[in-house]
């Protein structure tokens, strides 16, 4: 998907119009509608305007809010926030950290993707989404009881 698919989304996420977005921004709302249907290739200030309005980094324009919450939370979150924004992009601070604790496995994953062997990529996300699949969701102790069931604190 491309930046013009994924606006809005953001917007959506943000509960914006796009007569809001082009109100916060400036930009004339047939140009923010031009630029949606892939006829308007704004300059980057325009990009930069339009993220500092959805109050996120301009990277994060590229991918799906979704996408970027189910990186960013606990799968078992009710009501999963993104990240404060005032860094850089808090998901690639993220991501640098990870890669630098589990470096071994980022260069594997890097030099397939890299390779662009597109049987190799399928298979590699095949399998790590069985993987991802097979992670225990975090529970507390109290949730295999049956209803209705206490017990006190051993204190």
């Known amino acids: ?14 509960g914006l119009s796009l007569a809001d977005l ?4 400036g930009v004339p709302l047939t140009k923010l509608q031009d ?3 892939g006829t308007w290739d704004p300059p980057l200030s325009t990009i930069a305007l339009i993220a500092q ?7 994060w324009l590229h991918h799906d809010p979704r ?16 990240p404060n924004t005032s860094s850089s992009d808090p998901l690639f601070q993220r991501i640098i950290q990870t890669s630098r604790d589990y470096q071994d496995l980022f260069v594997l ?8 062997d597109p049987k190799l990529i399928r298979a590699a996300q095949v399998n790590l989404q069985s ?9 507390v102790p109290w949730g295999s009881r049956p209803p209705g069931h206490f017990e006190p604190p051993n204190d």
């Open 1 to 14: 998907m491309s930046i013009q698919q994924h606006l809005s989304h953001w917007c959506q996420h943000r």
């Open 22 to 25: 082009s109100q916060q921004t």
């Open 35 to 37: 630029f949606q249907k």
């Open 53 to 59: 309005s959805l109050d996120v980094p301009e990277s």
């Open 67 to 82: 996408t970027l919450l189910r990186l960013w939370n606990d799968p078992d979150e009710e009501n999963p926030e993104l």
């Open 109 to 116: 994953l890097t030099s397939l993707l890299h390779h662009g």
């Open 131 to 139: 993987l991802f699949k097979q992670v225990r969701p975090t529970t």
